[in-house]
């Protein structure tokens, strides 16, 4: 049977020390300039040694003042009852997690139970143990580490899954996307359009979802699929404007549309405003051509690049974008990736937020969905 050995205040070894010596508490304190009741107290355990008493202690026995301090704390630290490891078990949730943000979102309830915090992170992601590596795919091919996403991002892919998965539409038909496209295209004039979109994707066979974005995790969109035949396209409006709204659904739809993903299970876009003349993906420079192509079509934007260079006056983006019976937003986003300006006209790129959400499933912004 294993015991704990007992751990004794730092009086009990000064009193063998003096004992040791054959000085009195008297003889003691005035060696060291202090008063007889102090050494009286530090002997009875009433009064803890301070760094300036183990060194007073340590020149006077000469056992130099890290033995006091040492036997001091051990004993502090003997008197505080034991965690049983629940610290270090909530810590190590949160290192791996971002709990307080999941918890925040209401996908993991708080709780003072180590036991049942821990269990609901299991279920979240699906794995056995907390050190399980977490997979987002239904797939059999293994993605290069280097491509896996951070646990932030997959906290969100999760979150997206779940709410997509709920949902009860038509079977996927890639004619029936293809057919919607114009559709889709005959949107693009006004904010307040956007809210048809879920209902045309969804008569398409297209789950589409929204998940508010987790800060740090520079998440655009992703196109992922529950099953071969099941795509799923999850916005995060991490950057709430009409332009960006349709660079990126048209982007995912592209992913759809070639079925990319397909052979691990999702395709994760992040930081797509940012991402001109960067080195991308076969699938990336696909998607973000037809994304491209689909807002504003590129022999039209050079064409009016061509005619107003360099004065882009603001009447003349808004008669451009009226003729092309778009939002002057969209024609500003493009103008802004090309030009390398983005701060030009940015009070024509208008919200969508609250539109979008109004018809497609969201998950954020205080709106917790539940099954």
């Not at 000469?62 to 505080?80: D, I």
């Not at 006056?313 to 986003?333: C, D, S, T, W």
Request: overall charge negative; glycine content about 6%; hydrophobic content about 40%.
């Amino acid at each position: 049977m294993n015991t704990v050995a007992e751990i004794f205040p730092p009086g009990e070894f000064l009193r063998e020390e003096l004992e040791a010596r054959g000085w009195s508490q008297t003889e003691l304190a005035e060696i060291i300039g202090r008063p007889v009741r102090l050494i009286n107290e530090l002997i009875a355990g009433k009064k803890a040694i301070t760094p300036e008493t183990a060194i007073q202690l340590g020149d006077s026995l000469g056992t130099g003042p890290e033995l006091w301090m040492n036997l001091e704390s051990q004993y502090q630290l003997s008197k505080v009852r034991p965690t049983d490891g629940l610290i270090a078990r909530r810590a190590k949730l949160y290192e791996r997690f971002p709990v307080r943000e999941m918890i925040r979102r209401g996908w993991i309830e708080a709780t003072k139970s180590i036991e049942v915090l821990e269990q609901q992170f299991l279920t979240f992601f699906g794995v056995d143990s907390l050190e399980a590596e977490i997979p987002f795919c239904h797939a059999a091919k293994k993605t290069d580490p280097q491509d896996q996403p951070s646990m932030l991002q997959l906290a969100w892919l999760y979150r997206a899954r779940r709410i997509a998965s709920e949902l009860v539409i038509a079977s996927y038909a890639e004619a029936q996307l293809r057919q919607a496209l114009p559709r889709l295209s005959a949107l693009l004039s006004a904010p307040e359009e956007t809210r048809h979109v879920a209902r045309i994707l969804a008569e398409c066979g297209v789950r589409f979802v929204v998940v508010e974005p987790i800060p740090g995790a520079k998440i655009d969109g992703a196109c992922f699929w529950l099953t071969d035949a099941q795509p799923v396209v999850a916005l995060s409006l991490r950057l709430d404007r009409i332009d960006n709204f349709w660079f990126v659904l048209r982007h995912e739809l592209e992913h759809v549309l070639q079925r990319h993903g397909q052979d691990r299970g999702y395709i994760l876009d992040q930081d797509l405003d940012g991402t001109a003349g960067d080195q991308v993906s076969e699938e990336e420079t696909v998607a973000n051509t037809a994304a491209a192509n689909y807002c504003v079509s590129p022999d039209e934007i050079t064409g009016f690049m061509a005619r107003v260079a360099p004065f882009f006056k603001e009447e003349r983006v808004v008669l451009f974008a009226q003729r092309l019976n778009v939002h002057p937003g969209i024609v500003v986003g493009q103008l802004q990736r090309r030009l390398g300006r983005y701060d030009l006209f940015r009070k024509y790129q208008v919200k969508v937020r609250q539109f979008v959400t109004s018809s497609a499933l969201t998950d954020g912004w205080g709106v917790v969905h539940t099954a």
